[in-house]
């Protein structure tokens, strides 16, 4: 295994070169306001944090507002109320958030007096934001794009309001259910010091721990060389507190009894026990610093609870220094951890792949999300390909309507999240992703349509361009906006920096004589849609019949298309495409023959030019057994 160097003031170490580390802002919200402990002593970096999900069993706005606690007694906006109180109340109290897309609903209800409040804490240092992503991210199902859309949209407006103080420099993966090297990648393209997660394969957890190596540099690019390494950690206990010491009001644990006249007295036990569980987490580290995360889902609605808890046990512990205790126990943050390990000086081991697929115990492995809720997965990239064409068309058209586009923005942010476009959640919460997305696009589709307005050739003599709309059913063949119509325009966009030919199917009830934008005739098709298509629940159209063209679009512009219905005697009728039922198929071009047998599989493929066969004896479906998630 390569090992990397850690030296002087740098958090990335690369082999020729050093990163230097940001210099401390003159308002104390720089690495050089962290505590970096004691080097002679086991330095335990105590991480206050909650998790909170952007929709998973409840929606977002029902997590934000504590609605439907039957379903799960969740509700963020008093978890942010009573956290602020809580650090009002000490100033060596540290916590963390992530998910600015519940912040920025708070921030909006806050009289100006919390916001400079808040605002003081994030410049001493006191509340940090991590990550500062819309949500947090799933790293399977998620596009590229994506990712960096819901990062941008949160590190915007944390840089709006809190300034230089207000940039993340961690990645804090804690939940989703795997980690791609590309979301590593990302990270360190980002400017990010380090990532921290904790869901790791239960094989590798127990291998990384024995061996010391749950602390890495991610060589995470084979294109970007040092810009892409990032170092990564695998959290100790997931992303919760150690055993038996969580404070939350959803817990259940003891906590912190130190009045020595009452018989329920346990400060003795519960430091001995907290120095034995430190000492233990160590084994798998290999520095003089450990961190240990104080949170859970949605921890913390009773700040109080915690942090008063927390205070006493740092007290009791680190008073046993003076007999002869080596644990040295403090409020921290993971770049103040990271930081700390930084001084160090040391070497680390390298990953270059994923951590995928993630199993969580002998039968259990995290890969069905991986295609669950199609549908979801497939609106959410369309969504995307709407936002980017929209954000395009109001930069070409000078509209000036980047606010409008704010809806499908935030509804792309949150549907990124790692329950949410993966597929994990549950039913009524994913017909709301869906409908924040539709909402957004219904907003964007305006949008379009005001710069089509102006983009759209015209003369003095010509009348204003009719309104545009989507057909935003198109994927089950249905169009009602043209459904009958003698006339009607097509108007495609392409996004791309490069001319695209496309096959574009609209359903139509008749055949059509189709024109480019020269006024030439094109050639096109008429196909009747599939049986299974006719048949989607929800379809309302008694179009039969899709026409195909091949479209030509200018590198980022448009082509306007003019569809005029073919008077009776030269409607071309059915298509000349044969579907063929209980029979053989073979599919040939000049390079490849594809051949079926008459159950539909593949029998065997043909090259054509090189005279090569490749045969398939055997060919079946088959299917998982549905986990009952009880690990029977």
């Known amino acids: 295994m390569q090992t990397l160097t850690y030296c002087g003031l740098t958090l990335l170490i690369v082999a020729s070169c050093c990163f230097s580390v940001p210099i ?13 402990g004691d080097p002679n002593k086991l330095n335990v970096h105590i991480v206050p944090h909650s998790h909170d999900d952007v929709g998973w069993l409840k929606t977002v706005d029902q997590y934000y507002y504590g609605a439907r606690n039957d379903i799960q007694h969740a509700g963020v906006q008093y978890i942010l109320d009573s956290v602020m109180m809580a650090l009002d109340e000490n100033p060596d109290r540290r916590f963390i958030y992530v998910e600015i897309g519940f912040f920025w609903r708070w921030w909006n209800q806050q009289a100006d007096d919390m916001k400079a409040k808040v605002k003081q804490f994030v410049n001493d240092g006191r509340l940090e934001f991590i990550s500062g992503g ?8 998620t596009h590229y794009n994506s990712i960096i859309d819901q990062h941008s949209l949160g590190a915007e407006f944390l840089r709006d309001n809190f300034g230089e103080c207000g940039r993340p420099k961690i990645g804090w993966q804690i939940d989703p259910f795997g980690h791609s090297r590309e979301q590593a990648s990302l990270f360190a393209q980002m400017g990010f010091d380090g990532l921290f997660f904790g869901r790791a394969d ?24 040092n810009k892409g390494w990032l170092f990564t950690g695998v959290l100790p206990n997931g992303y919760g507190a150690p055993s038996s010491f969580c404070f939350d009001y959803r ?6 009894m130190d009045d020595p006249h009452f018989q329920d007295y346990n400060v003795d036990e519960r430091v001995r026990t907290f120095i034995q569980t430190a000492h233990d987490e160590a084994v798998g580290y290999t520095t003089n610093h450990i961190i240990m995360t104080f949170g859970g889902d949605f921890q913390y609605g009773n700040a109080n609870e915690g942090f008063k808890n927390l205070d006493k046990l740092m007290k009791y512990v680190n008073a046993q220094q003076t007999n002869g205790s080596n644990v040295n126990v403090f409020y921290s943050t993971p770049s103040c951890y990271l930081y700390a390990l930084n001084q160090v000086d040391r070497a680390w081991p390298s990953k270059t792949d994923d951590f995928f697929p993630y ?12 295609t669950s809720r199609a549908a979801l997965k497939r609106y959410e990239r369309h969504s995307n390909n709407i936002l980017q064409a929209t954000r395009q068309l109001n930069a070409f058209a000078d509209l000036n309507l980047r606010d409008s586009i704010f809806t499908l923005s935030e509804a792309m942010g949150v ?55 989507l057909c935003q059913l198109s994927n089950i063949s249905q169009c009602l906006q043209v459904d009958g119509q003698d006339r009607f325009t097509l108007t495609l966009w392409n996004p791309t920096i490069h001319p ?44 039969q019949k899709q026409i195909i063209f091949k479209a030509s679009l200018p590198a980022l512009g448009f082509n306007t298309y003019y569809f005029e219905t073919k008077p009776d005697s030269v409607t071309s009728g059915e298509s000349k495409i044969k579907i063929t039922h209980n029979e053989e198929c073979v599919l040939r071009n000049q390079n490849l023959q594809v051949d079926f047998d ?27 057994q549905g986990f009952a998630g009880n690990n029977s």
């Open 24 to 36: 401390k802002q003159s308002n104390g919200c720089g690495y050089e306001a962290c505590n970096l």
């Open 134 to 141: 819309w949500c947090m991210n799933d790293e399977a199902s």
């Open 202 to 225: 239960y094989e590798d957890r127990a291998t990384r721990n024995r061996t010391k190596t749950m602390e890495m540099v991610w060589k995470a690019s084979a294109n970007l060389n």
């Open 251 to 256: 817990c259940s644990d003891t906590p912190i």
């Open 359 to 370: 199993a969580s115990n002998p039968h259990g492995f995290w890969t069905g999300y991986f």
């Open 415 to 469: 549907a990124q999240h790692h329950d949410a476009v993966s597929g994990t959640e549950k039913q009524a919460v994913a017909f709301d992703y869906a409908q924040r997305l539709s909402d957004g696009i219904a907003v964007a589709e305006n949008v379009m349509n005001q710069a089509y307005a102006k983009l759209l050739p015209k003369d003095s003599q010509s009348p204003p361009p009719a309104s545009q709309f």
């Open 500 to 543: 695209v030919m496309q096959h574009v199917r609209v359903p139509v009830r008749t055949d059509y004589t189709i024109r480019d934008p020269t006024g030439q005739t094109i050639f096109s098709e008429l196909f009747p849609i599939s049986e299974p298509t006719l048949n989607i629940p929800g379809r309302t159209s008694i179009t």
């Open 598 to 624: 008459d159950q539909g599989n593949l029998h065997q493929i043909v090259n054509l030019k090189q005279n090569i066969t490749v045969s398939f004896l055997n060919q079946g479906f088959y299917w998982y």
